[in-house]
């Protein structure tokens, strides 16, 4: 997924990224949000029980997140939460779908919340300094915001490859390209450890790439 540079200076370059914003946080809801987990050592009587009603609801509103369908994924997520305003899973996965909307504020007013509620949940954290890196409206953006909050993620999960790409884009919107360099380079790192897919790792290379060109040139500009 590649990385398109916009803009004239170099300080004032707008990282557009197609939708790594969307599909890095469907990543973590993936790893961190799994729809059921198996804890009952008797898993085939377990799975002869029907499933939940809001299982579900939850499997489909993920499920229609995959598929693209927006409006369906956020109908799904909201008439859960009417049944259980405190559902994570429901919460994270609108907030999510808000970002892919560029409805930003949205997206902050539940993400905010849950960091005080779950202060060590680092995806959260991501997610929020995304959003402050990435938002196409600059009137949300916020590097120094991005820093902490992607900063503050990567002690949560230092092995995550989505993080450091976000701290990359963090430093990168900041003009710290220096920085934002080595962050890149340890998403690309980890992403070819951690045997991610190809689409990732030309992305997080893509980022990368971005990165060492801009520092490049700086250095000649100093």
């Known amino acids: 997924m590649p990385l398109v540079l916009t803009g004239v200076a170099l300080g004032q370059q707008v990282a557009r990224r197609a939708p790594l914003d969307s599909r890095s ?122 820093i902490t909050y992607a900063q503050e993620a990567l002690m949560g999960n230092p092995i995550d490859y989505h993080v450091w790409s976000t701290l990359a884009e963090a430093y990168y919107m900041s003009t710290q390209y220096d920085k934002a360099l080595r962050a890149a380079g340890e998403a690309f790192r980890l992403a070819q450890q951690r045997d991610a897919s190809m689409a990732d790792i030309s992305e997080y290379k893509a980022q990368m790439d971005k990165c060492t060109k801009a520092a490049n040139a700086m250095s000649i500009i100093e």
């Open 25 to 146: 946080i469907i990543a973590t809801l993936s790893n961190d949000y799994p729809l059921a987990q198996k804890t009952d050592t008797n898993k085939s009587a377990e799975a002869a029980l029907p499933a939940e009603p809001e299982d579900q609801a939850m499997k489909t509103a993920f499920l229609a997140i995959d598929d693209g369908n927006s409006e369906k994924a956020i109908r799904l997520f909201q008439e859960i939460l009417e049944k259980d305003p405190k559902s994570k899973r429901a919460r994270f996965g609108l907030s999510a779908m808000y970002i892919k909307m560029e409805d930003y504020k949205k997206a902050l007013e539940i993400l905010e919340v849950m960091t005080v509620e779950f202060p060590d949940d680092y995806s959260l954290k991501n997610n929020i300094a995304w959003l402050y890196a990435t938002a196409k409206d600059h009137s949300i953006r916020n590097a120094s915001k991005a």
